[in-house]
């Protein structure tokens, strides 16, 4: 078989190269403009169909990415067709990729990340979300991280590799939300009257649900008082709004019964009297 080895001068390379048969050119041309061909067809394939699934940004890049990998590969093939030995630059260009495969690692895990995002749409811009330690609403997904803006009003960015490996809470993909607080009354109070002031104080929040109805029920026995749980639901969008409602109502309801709130009250006993003052005035404990 006719072969043509990379290693030699130049001028052998053009020599081996002027004395390939006919046919071989002919079959490298035809391979070369169907490659071409390809290359184009694919990337305005991916430009005209990946805008569907991907934004903007993403569909180019992909388009850009499978028009020189099919150039990558034609030129291959073109090679082998004209008898070109490929054999020592595929090792060395093993080598090559393998390390820069390694260098780029983390670039590859956080670009995929974000392409399984887009394709899943997990995220979306506006959504309030609680990922990576941080809670707050999307304001940017791109192809190797996720901006969020905090409840403080900071901007952060978190990778995308770092999104799909780690828990993360999407907030705004239900229309409603469970908020969940708790009520303290002395122990001298009546459960049953404490129970019904509060819930019909959430009756006069506009933005507690009828359906599911509010929960208000004693949980516990508390240190200084019984303990009641109070579940309602409240849309999403609304949830800082209706946490402070909520809270202020129930706890206005309350005073107005005169049902007492306890606060937490410590006794301490001393084992030895305790002189105060010059006078030698003792504290027994």
């Not at 850009?64 to 490929?86: N, P």
């Not at 303290?184 to 009828?210: C, M, N, P």
């Amino acid at each position: 078989m006719y072969r043509v080895a990379i290693g030699g001068s130049a001028a052998e390379v053009l020599s081996s190269l002027a004395s390939l048969p006919l046919e071989r050119v002919g079959l490298a041309l035809l391979i070369l403009a169907v490659g071409l061909v390809a290359a184009v067809a694919a990337r305005r394939a991916i430009e005209r169909y990946g805008s569907r699934v991907f934004p903007r940004d993403i569909t180019v890049l992909l388009a850009r990415s499978t028009y020189y990998m099919v150039l990558f590969l034609t030129a291959v093939a073109v090679l082998q067709a004209l008898g070109i030995e490929l054999t020592a630059l595929l090792v060395a260009g093993g080598f090559a990729g393998l390390v820069l495969s390694l260098a780029l690692q983390p670039l590859f895990s956080n670009f995929f990340s974000g392409l399984y995002l887009y394709g899943e749409k997990s995220l979306v811009i506006g959504d309030l979300v609680s990922v990576g330690g941080f809670m707050g609403r999307v304001v940017e997904v791109s192809t190797m991280s996720t901006r969020i803006r905090t409840i403080d009003g900071e901007v952060v960015r978190i990778p995308n590799s770092k999104i799909i490996n780690d828990y993360m809470v999407n907030y705004s993909k239900s229309a409603v939300r469970r908020l969940t607080f708790k009520a303290s009354i002395a122990y001298r109070e009546d459960i049953g009257k404490a129970i019904e002031t509060i819930s019909k104080a959430l009756g006069d929040v506009y933005l507690v649900l009828k359906d599911p109805e509010p929960e208000v029920y004693a949980s516990e026995l508390g240190d200084s008082g019984v303990i009641i749980d109070v579940r309602v639901w409240v849309p999403t969008d609304y949830w800082y709004q209706a946490t402070m409602q909520v809270i202020k109502t129930v706890r206005e309801a309350l005073a107005r019964e005169g049902i007492e709130i306890p606060f937490t009250q410590v006794d301490v006993w001393f084992r030895t009297p305790l002189s105060i003052g010059g006078e030698g005035r003792e504290i027994q404990g």
